[in-house]
């Protein structure tokens, strides 16, 4: 029987984000079990009391993966997924990372500072215009699932919250490092009108991971999960199907 997809969630959100990808990826998740965790301090976990670190979220993520699993990751997910990748070969068969950052420039570093420091200073008003940010132009996706995604990030405990996005905002600097050392077969995707997790990244993700292949996904931008359900999901089945034919052929060889 194929091993579990493991899905992360992103800084903010909640397992519930990848409910949409579920239900319009239903055919290609036959045979297959899919565990969405929720993130150190989101969700059903308890909050972040004190600063934390990307080390400390994989750490925690780690104690809940099953002995052997494919990886999704989503933005704050993707970082800690490419952490656990590095760390523990053995353990994770492939990586997708979605909307994933790395290797900020200077300029996308203050930009995501500033957003930080908007958090701290106004944890409501941050959290609207990331809706914003995320759902500008609403008939891509329902208004019912953008506000869902309103309700779960201003239901986040602020501190915990502020704890998690400073890892996000940072991160990608000590992930970046670890890429190098990833031996799963991993897929790295973005939106081409992504703005924080550009396609620039992507590429260079894709560069750093040996033999990772990247995917930009025209018109979409940061929230593929809800806004291109149905595209992720068959983009991340053919590439399961690839990845596990690879293993396959390893162990036979």
Request: aromatic fraction near 4%.
């Amino acid at each position: 029987m194929d091993e579990p997809v493991v899905l992360l969630h992103g800084v903010g959100l909640d397992s519930s984000m990848w409910d949409s990808l579920l239900a319009d990826g239903a055919l290609w998740l036959a045979g297959r079990e899919v565990i969405a965790l929720d993130l150190p301090g989101h969700g059903q976990e308890p909050p972040l009391r004190r600063p934390t670190s990307l080390a400390e979220m994989a750490d925690d993520v780690a104690r809940r993966l099953p002995p052997k699993a494919h990886l999704v990751g989503f933005s704050l997910g993707a970082l800690i997924a490419e952490e656990l990748a590095a760390r523990m070969p053995e353990r994770i068969l492939s990586l997708v990372c979605v909307s994933s950052v790395c290797e900020r420039t200077e300029a996308e570093g203050a930009a995501v500072e500033r957003r930080l420091d908007a958090a701290r200073g106004d944890f409501i008003a941050s959290a609207e215009a990331a809706v914003e940010r995320w759902f500008p132009e609403p008939d891509r996706v329902s208004p019912d699932l953008v506000d869902q995604v309103r309700r779960v990030l201003l239901a986040n405990d602020h501190e915990s919250y502020l704890h998690a996005y400073e890892v996000f905002a940072t991160g990608d600097r000590d992930a970046a490092k670890a890429l190098p050392l990833i031996t799963a077969p991993t897929l790295a995707v973005t939106g081409s009108d992504d703005p924080g997790s550009t396609p620039g990244m992507t590429l260079r993700l894709g560069a750093l991971v040996p033999h990772a292949r990247t995917l930009i996904v025209d018109g979409a931008r940061h929230m593929l999960p809800l806004e291109r359900p149905e595209e992720l999901a068959r983009l991340i089945a053919e590439f399961l199907d690839e990845a596990e034919r690879k293993i396959h052929h390893a162990h036979t060889a």
